[in-house]
């Protein structure tokens, strides 16, 4: 096949991780179809909600672990080497509390917590903090570098790398996955696939509609003072679906106080009085943030609340004839969309080319 005509449904990290691989591909004509495009901040679109940073909660010996592990030398390649994309190193502590144990977040940050996480291998400079320098009610930890990465800036510069390669964007909201399909859609009036990108919308684009998508609520706030370093801890004194962690944004972006994984709430409202806990945490975890003074001397740029697309089963890398044609879904990362999305978008690369080839031969 010649020339393949992609149309890539979603411009979220997923879409456009996707569409960005796909273009350094030869012979492909892609267009990026979306409701929201970066520069938005709606609470149907997670990606500018997220912090966002490279702390693997996958399982070792998972697709999802092997997913993230294939995205951190990408990460490392932009922290290094293009300032330009807003992804910075930063020095990362994750703190363990005993007493967290069997609590819903220390389940979902299980290899996190690890002393011995699969990843000890990939990230730089992994070590377990020796007892005598843990702060009070800590009972281990471990750190190591990451990156953190800016969405104000990572999300728009995805777009430029799309569009140097020829990519075309336009806005569009579909009601069921083959309308991607149609011929307006692409300039060559034929589309040869489609990639389904959509995140949270795929419970509800008629020929996907997976029920088993859901939303996990984060509220964070984010403010003017610096960190210093990256902080997550095991739990809060304040209930299960609630969670403490910090960073500084590369560039100027601010630091990120979160947060929350409240799973099934479609709120976007923010939730005053967690955004106060919020902060009382961030604080405590971190007295850096305010020289040791209280939450008053945070100087706030904005209240936050996104919703993570988790998917029972985690991430669908898939393909699938519907309606006659072939689909490509690349959807439910969850709270990983980022340290998960080259990973993600070269399994998703893979099953675009095995599709094409499959048509070629018809
Ligand atoms: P989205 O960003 O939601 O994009 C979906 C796209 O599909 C949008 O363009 C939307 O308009 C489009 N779309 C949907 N339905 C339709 C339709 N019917 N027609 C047309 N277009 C449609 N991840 C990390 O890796 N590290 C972190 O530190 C991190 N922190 C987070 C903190 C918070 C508070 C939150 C909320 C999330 C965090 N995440 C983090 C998770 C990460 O943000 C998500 O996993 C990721 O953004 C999901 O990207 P996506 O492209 O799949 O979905």
């Not at 843990?134 to 800016?150: K, M």
């Not at 699938?320 to 980022?338: D, S």
Request: hydrophobic residues 40%.
């Amino acid at each position: 096949m010649a020339q393949k005509n992609v149309v890539v449904v979603g411009a979220g990290v997923a879409g456009l991780t996707t569409a960005l691989l796909l273009s350094r591909r030869p012979g492909y004509n892609i267009v990026v179809a979306a409701k929201h495009m970066p520069g938005d901040y709606d609470i149907e679109y997670a990606s500018p909600w997220a912090g966002a940073n490279y702390m693997p909660v996958s399982v070792r010996g998972t697709e999802a672990a092997e997913w993230d592990k294939n995205t951190w030398g990408p990460l490392e390649d932009l922290a290094r080497n293009h300032p330009d994309a807003g992804v910075h190193f930063q020095h990362c502590e994750i703190h363990n509390r005993s007493k967290d144990v069997g609590t819903a977040t220390a389940e979902w940050f299980a290899e996190l917590l690890s002393p011995n996480p699969w990843f000890k291998e990939v990230v730089p400079s992994f070590r377990s903090i020796p007892k005598s320098e843990l702060g009070p009610g800590i009972d281990s930890a471990t750190d190591f570098t990451s990156v953190c990465i800016n969405t104000a800036i990572y999300l728009p510069w995805l777009v430029s790398q799309c569009l140097k390669n020829g990519v075309i964007f336009k806005r569009a909201s579909f009601n069921h996955i083959s309308d991607a399909g149609r011929p307006d859609v692409h300039p060559a009036k034929k589309v040869d696939l489609v990639v389904n990108c959509t995140g949270l919308g795929a419970a509800k684009l008629g020929g996907v509609e997976d029920k088993t998508v859901v939303p996990a609520r984060g509220q964070i706030v984010l403010v003017r003072n610096d960190a210093g370093k990256m902080l997550d801890v095991s739990g809060t004194d304040d209930g299960d679906g609630e969670a403490c962690y910090v960073m500084t944004r590369a560039a100027g972006g601010g630091t990120i106080l979160g947060g929350c994984y409240q799973k099934g709430s479609f709120e976007s409202g923010v939730d005053p009085n967690l955004a106060v806990r919020i902060m009382k945490r961030a604080v405590a975890l971190c007295p850096a943030l305010t020289g040791g003074k209280g939450i008053e001397h945070l100087d706030i740029i904005r209240h936050g609340v996104g919703l993570r697309p988790v998917r029972e089963g985690g991430t669908r890398i898939a393909k699938e004839r519907i309606g006659g044609a072939w689909v490509v879904h690349n959807y439910g990362a969850g709270g990983a969309g980022y340290q998960s999305s080259y990973g993600c978008a070269m399994a998703a690369v893979k099953l675009v080319e095995e599709a094409l080839e499959a048509r070629a031969k018809l």
